[in-house]
Structure formats: structure tokens, C-alpha cells
């Protein structure tokens, strides 16, 4: 089954971009795999699926600045001018055949 | 608009049983694939259970054989029955609805609702 590893913590400042990575285990690399952005003490939130190619499908009201990208085993998700409000937990997950909702550790993202 | 909203979490003593629902609008229950995933305080996300359309029910090796997932097509509502409770349940459990046609993430989520297992 895959297994996604992400780092535990990110920072970046007001207006700036950051890259997110969440690496998909040996044999896994051609998995598609989703975002989700968790604010504190809110629910998580769908943010888009990510094809092994690089082609992204955002979730309704996701704002532009959020964008994916892939390379090999690697899927990214870029946040582009950097608000106040991405200041959040953000995980990746996937699936296995035998197996739902597979997901990252999550990444906190601290806004500076 | 696709809404989910859970309900009938709260604290209840170490082997008790609890059930939650999630009450569905904007879409059909019965046409999706419907998962609960649990958060423990502090914690990450962690898949609990899923519904499939047809009806196959699958779970977490850690609650499995304790904890039933099943439906209400007329009520449009989901429910997770918990029982055996563990002080290691005590998480918030989101319901959410997965992208389907072969795509088993999920695209939606509900609010969450908040159990504790705690003498």
C-alpha cells in the first residue's frame, strides 16, 4: 500500500510563495493523490487533485494563488502571495487497493 | 451545495457505544462513497471507515469488529455505530463524501463532531 511522506513544518513571509511536498512511497509514483488544507480549529478542506502528470482540478472557491505540480514520486502544492489566512495544516492523500484514505503526516505552514 | 453535518458525538466511559450521524444535502447518500475519518487531538487525519454505493462496508484494522458503518437512503444520512469504546477512540470524526468514479479521495467534508472516551 502507498505510504505519503511529508515535512512536519514550513514558514514563508506575507506575499510570498511556498512549495509543499508530499512524496509518495517506492511504487507508488504514478498515484494521483489530493490536498487538504486545515485552518486551526476548523474542519479540513478540500483543495484539489493532483495527477502524476501535473494536471490539478482545485475544489470549489479555491483561490488562484493555490496551484499543483508533480515530478516522479513528488506532488507539490504552491501558494503563491501568501495571506494571513494559509496559515494552516495541509496534508496529502492517496489510496491503495485494498485500502481508503491514506494520508500524510501534514505539513504546518507558519506565516511570517 | 453539498453540505454534511455530523452529529451525536460527547463523552461516554471507556466500553460504551455511540453513534453518530451525518445529515447529507445537496447530493444522494446512496449514489456515493461515504468515509468517517477521525482526528485525535494533536493528531493527523486517519481513515475509519467507508460505504461504498453498492453497500460494501470496509474499515480501519483499528475498528474493526467494533464499529459498524451503515445508511438511511429515506433520511439521506450517514451513521457510524461505535461500540467497545477506547480511551485511543477519542478523536473528532469528520463524515465526508469521496470524489467517486474510481476516484477514492475525499473532495468533501463535514464540520466534525467531537468524542471523548474518558472515565
Known amino acids: 500500500q502507498p505510504v505519503l511522506t511529508q515535512s512536519s513544518s514550513a514558514s514563508a513571509s506575507l506575499g510570498s510563495s511556498v512549495k509543499l511536498t508530499c512524496t509518495l512511497s517506492n511504487g507508488h509514483s504514478s498515484y494521483i493523490i489530493a490536498w487538504h488544507q486545515q485552518q486551526p480549529g476548523k474542519a479540513p478542506r478540500y483543495l484539489m487533485k493532483l495527477e502524476a502528470s501535473g494536471t490539478y482540478n482545485k475544489g470549489s472557491g479555491v483561490p488562484d494563488r493555490f496551484s499543483g505540480s508533480s515530478s516522479g514520486a513528488d506532488r507539490y502544492l504552491t501558494i503563491s502571495n501568501l495571506q494571513s489566512e494559509d496559515e494552516a495544516d495541509y496534508y496529502c492523500?492517496?489510496?491503495?487497493?485494498?485500502?481508503?484514505?491514506?494520508f500524510g503526516g501534514g505539513t504546518k505552514l507558519t506565516v511570517l | 451545495e453539498v453540505k454534511l453535518v455530523e452529529s451525536g458525538g460527547g463523552l461516554i466511559q471507556p466500553g460504551g457505544s455511540l453513534r453518530l450521524s451525518c445529515a447529507a444535502s445537496?447530493?444522494?447518500?446512496?449514489?456515493?462513497?461515504m468515509s468517517w475519518v477521525r482526528q485525535a487531538p494533536g493528531k493527523g487525519l486517519e481513515w475509519v471507515s467507508v460505504i461504498y454505493s453498492g453497500g460494501s462496508t470496509y474499515y480501519a484494522d483499528s475498528v474493526k469488529g467494533r464499529f459498524t458503518i451503515s445508511r438511511d437512503n429515506s433520511k439521506n444520512t450517514l451513521y457510524l455505530q461505535m461500540n467497545s469504546l477506547r480511551v485511543e477512540d477519542t478523536a473528532v470524526y469528520y463524515c465526508a463524501r469521496e470524489a467517486g468514479s474510481g476516484y477514492y479521495y475525499v473532495n468533501y467534508w463535514g464540520q466534525g463532531t467531537l468524542v471523548t472516551v474518558s472515565a
Open positions: 445537496g447530493f444522494t447518500v446512496s449514489t456515493n462513497y
Open positions: 492523500e492517496t489510496w491503495g487497493s485494498n485500502t481508503h484514505g491514506v
